[in-house]
């Protein structure tokens, strides 16, 4: 794109309703927000617990800074690996039940990190067609062979594996899926990667904190197993940013060793590291939470109409409406009625998928969902 082209094709993407712009909050992350000196209810973060704004987590980063300064100063490998970094990567690997475990400064690397580390030119990746976009980034930033499969289709991808001659095989899911809010069948995809020989990469962004009584979607399953590499999300129900990778010892090492998003990249903050022991305790204690969400979840799956629903069952509630210029206008009807909903359009999601996308946070009063449902449910009629 040529700079002369720039204002005409952003032009364009606002004739088509797809242009993104960015409203900045004059508060901290939460239910209540507050945008251009205007309250909403929010139901837009991924801070699924409600504790990114949470007093106990706050001081952690705050003593943290006190004990640890403010930035890192170098990359791991050079000089910005720290003992808080040390202990919060023992205390992930510990909560997930793995062997180790390699923090990264967001999701978006550690699935760069691990994808291209591990298959290259002449192997084989396996993705779900509805994975998130930072997988398939690393998917083909590795140069293997890259097949999409289709969502949750386990009968195409044992076809794609049954005829892959490739060395080095790896299947890559989400556990939750961002848009849809539906979870992949982690139990099953495990035995296909048993019988083809192949890892199986779990991108758990979503179900980290929520799932498996805070531990996660691996621990909600029960699984188990050296061909498994979990990769978890400290920025969305952690309340916190990074990224963190966990799994048997050697595929550590080899991250530390081979994968460029983490060699060649400054170390999170000490006082964010520090901070994360103090969030798996919120997590760990956060019951609570998990069953207000899960009432949550509940009112909704009752109230949304069956048409525009996922039948999700994780915080992620999507409402399809399929046009991006009808969801863009209920958007904008709720913004006015005082509710922040997302509009979410492709290439984030498939054409004629565009949609309104719910989160939900333990800290929505169940007033605040049943009135925002009352505002969405006669536009979805109209
Ligand atoms: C948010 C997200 C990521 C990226 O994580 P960041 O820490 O925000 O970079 C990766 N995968 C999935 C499924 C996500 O939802």
């Not at 939460?30 to 209810?41: L, N, P, Q, R, S």
């Not at 969801?327 to 498939?350: E, M």
Request: charged fraction near 20%; include cysteine.
């Amino acid at each position: 794109m040529r700079l002369q082209d720039l204002s005409a094709a952003l032009l364009d993407l606002d004739a088509s309703h797809r242009l993104r712009r960015r409203a900045a909050l004059e508060s901290p992350q939460g239910v209540d927000v507050v945008i251009d000196g205007k309250e909403y209810y929010a139901f837009a973060s991924n801070d699924y617990l409600g504790l990114a704004d949470h007093p106990a987590l706050v001081s952690a980063v705050q003593q943290g800074a006190d004990r640890w300064g403010a930035g890192s100063g170098a990359s791991h490998l050079v000089a910005g690996h720290s003992q808080a970094h040390e202990e919060a990567e023992r205390a992930l690997a510990g909560f997930v039940g793995r062997e180790a475990a390699l923090l990264f400064g967001s999701g978006y690397m550690a699935n760069l990190a691990v994808i291209t580390s591990l298959v290259g030119r002449g192997d084989a990746v396996f993705a779900d067609k509805l994975n998130h976009a930072s997988l398939n980034d690393g998917c083909l930033l590795s140069r293997a062979d890259f097949h999409r499969f289709a969502h949750n289709d386990l009968a195409q991808l044992e076809r794609l594996l049954s005829e892959s001659q490739a060395p080095t095989k790896l299947i890559a899911v989400d556990a939750v899926y961002s848009m849809d809010g539906d979870v992949a069948p982690l139990p099953e995809l495990l035995a296909l990667a048993e019988r083809y020989d192949a890892w199986l990469y779990v991108d758990d962004a979503h179900g980290f904190g929520v799932l498996g009584a805070g531990r996660g979607s691996l621990a909600e399953r029960d699984l188990n197993s050296e061909r498994i590499i979990y990769m978890a999300t400290l920025g969305k129900a952690a309340g916190l940013s990074g990224a963190f990778v966990a799994g048997v010892k050697p595929v550590i090492d080899w991250l530390i060793n081979k994968a460029r998003t983490y060699i060649f990249t400054t170390a999170m903050p000490p006082a964010l590291a520090a901070a994360i022991p103090v969030s798996l305790r919120l997590i760990r204690e956060g019951e609570e939470r998990r069953e207000r969400l899960r009432q949550l979840i509940a009112v909704c799956r009752e109230r949304l109409p069956a048409s525009c629903s996922t039948g999700s069952a994780t915080p992620i509630q999507p409402v399809i409406v399929g046009s991006d210029e009808k969801a863009v206008a209920i958007a904008q009807i709720l913004r006015d009625n005082g509710f922040w909903v997302p509009a979410i359009r492709p290439p984030t999601v498939p054409e004629n998928g565009a949609r309104l996308r719910i989160s939900l946070s333990a800290a929505h009063e169940p007033s605040q969902l049943e009135a925002l449902l009352d505002s969405l449910i006669p536009l979805l009629t109209a």
